[in-house]
């Protein structure tokens, strides 16, 4: 079995839509139960440490602002070889550029965010070695997708900004096979245009 899911934490104008019933996939709507968290970090939690315990051997994750119309087993079978599908970055392909980004915008916690910076220079992590944009995730049941997601958190966790950089950085020290999908195409694929 399959699993379709989203996190609706943050209470915000999107209302996820029941994806059409295709045969093999479940779907699960997180909302938020107060777990001593954010309504943000809490939607990342969903995210990111996503629900394989209940046995699904592919989830597809996806933000709430999408409202897929497709058949999604045909879409995940074009990928059954890789542990982890999802979107490149639509502006940039560095996890500096996006930590630079990220403090001249000045929504995120600049502390934080140099903290990452001087991380990513100690443990050497390569300039433009790819950015993605998790909003729209495949992965496979595995044990490497498992130590994956754990890592993704914890680097998540410790570095509270970005899921993006923190992404990256996850996939930098794990061994899985990713695809990396156009960005534009598969964006306006979700957001059934």
């Known amino acids: 079995m399959n699993l379709i899911y989203t996190a609706n934490t943050l209470k915000n104008k999107y209302t996820t839509a029941n994806p059409n019933k295709i ?55 074009q990928y059954r070889e890789y542990d982890l599908v999802v979107m490149k970055h639509n502006r940039r392909d560095c996890a500096y550029k996006e930590i630079e980004y990220c403090i001249d915008l000045g929504a995120f916690d600049n502390y934080i965010l140099e903290k990452q910076l001087e991380y990513l220079k100690r443990i050497q992590f390569p300039s433009d070695y790819g950015l993605w944009a998790p909003g729209i995730m495949l992965r496979r049941q595995s044990e490497s997708i498992d130590r994956f997601n754990k890592l993704w958190w914890e680097y998540f966790e410790y570095f509270p900004c970005r899921d993006q950089i923190s992404l990256a950085m996850a996939i930098y020290k794990s061994n899985i096979k990713i695809k990396a999908l156009d960005f534009k195409k598969t964006y306006n694929l979700f957001m059934g245009r």
């Open 23 to 77: 045969k093999g996939w479940d779907f699960i709507e997180y909302t938020r139960q107060d777990k001593g968290m954010s309504p943000l970090i809490e939607s990342r939690f969903y995210k990111i440490l996503h629900p394989y315990e209940h046995g699904y051997k592919t989830t597809l994750y996806y933000d709430t602002k999408f409202n897929p119309k497709f058949d999604y087993s045909e879409w995940a079978r």
